[in-house]
């Protein structure tokens, strides 16, 4: 398959099961949105469940993070954080209707689905946590906290501020996603306890 044709599919599988979810979007309406026969679609993708896998993989985070994470190695920790949290809202806002869907349809997907996509955030995670043991190494966080505990800590916050705007539609009394990321990495790195 062309990496060009691959892209076709791709995008259609998005688009598609953005809008009807994994269990309403069909084979047959992805391979017509693709300008592909549907045999040609499971002639590279075998089943809808590795089609599916393969959209999770491909509009993930991953493919992101994976790119930043050169730079982020360069970059003072307050402002690799702000970084991070904002390439994280950005692909969340951008997957926000497909998020939506599979947040409702989740329960009732196949296994091999709902591992892949377990799979996915444990590598995002792993990602994260990496750098997390990193600044560990280099004592310039605490070591005493599990860095892997560290990302879902931090991956955590953000998530739950786009799914409670995004998904659930509540206001944050007219704060800026700048000083939303501004505080909440502020929270992350220093805590709420006072410093005298």
Same mark, same amino acid.
């Given at each position: 398959? @062309?990496?060009?044709?691959?892209?076709?599919?791709?995008?259609?599988?998005?688009? &598609?099961?953005?809008?009807?979810?994994? &269990?309403?979007? @069909?084979?047959?309406?992805?391979?017509?949105?693709?300008?592909?026969?549907?045999?040609?679609?499971?002639?590279?993708?075998?089943?809808?469940?590795?089609?599916?896998?393969?959209?999770?993989?491909?509009?993930?985070?991953?493919?992101?993070?994976?790119?930043?994470?050169?730079?982020?190695?360069?970059?003072?920790?307050?402002?690799?954080?702000?970084?991070?949290?904002?390439?994280?809202?950005?692909?969340?806002?951008?997957?926000?209707?497909?998020?939506?869907?599979?947040?409702?349809? &989740?329960?009732?997907?196949?296994?091999?689905?709902?591992?892949?996509?377990?799979? @996915?955030?444990?590598?995002?995670?792993?990602?994260?946590?990496?750098?997390?043991?990193?600044?560990?190494?280099?004592?310039?966080?605490?070591?005493?906290?599990?860095?892997?505990?560290?990302?879902?800590?931090?991956?955590?916050?953000?998530?739950?501020?786009?799914?409670?705007?995004?998904?659930?539609?509540?206001?944050?009394?007219?704060?800026?996603?700048?000083?939303?990321?501004?505080?909440?990495?502020?929270?992350?790195?220093?805590?709420? &306890?006072?410093?005298?």
């Amino acid at each position: 398959m @062309t990496e060009d044709t691959r892209e076709r599919i791709l995008e259609a599988a998005l688009k &598609l099961f953005s809008e009807k979810g994994y &269990l309403g979007a @069909t084979t047959k309406e992805i391979a017509m949105a693709s300008g592909i026969s549907e045999v040609t679609l499971f002639r590279h993708f075998q089943t809808k469940e590795n089609l599916f896998i393969s959209v999770l993989e491909h509009y993930s985070f991953l493919p992101k993070l994976k790119e930043l994470s050169k730079d982020l190695l360069v970059m003072p920790l307050e402002e690799t954080l702000k970084t991070l949290a904002k390439a994280f809202l950005q692909t969340l806002k951008s997957r926000r209707d497909l998020i939506r869907i599979m947040l409702a349809e &989740l329960p009732r997907y196949p296994e091999i689905v709902k591992e892949s996509y377990q799979k @996915t955030i444990e590598k995002i995670i792993q990602e994260i946590s990496q750098y997390f043991e990193k600044l560990q190494r280099e004592r310039k966080i605490k070591s005493s906290i599990s860095s892997n505990l560290l990302a879902r800590a931090f991956l955590g916050l953000f998530f739950s501020y786009f799914h409670a705007e995004e998904i659930k539609g509540l206001n944050f009394k007219n704060q800026s996603e700048e000083e939303i990321i501004d505080n909440y990495v502020k929270i992350f790195l220093y805590g709420i &306890l006072y410093a005298p």
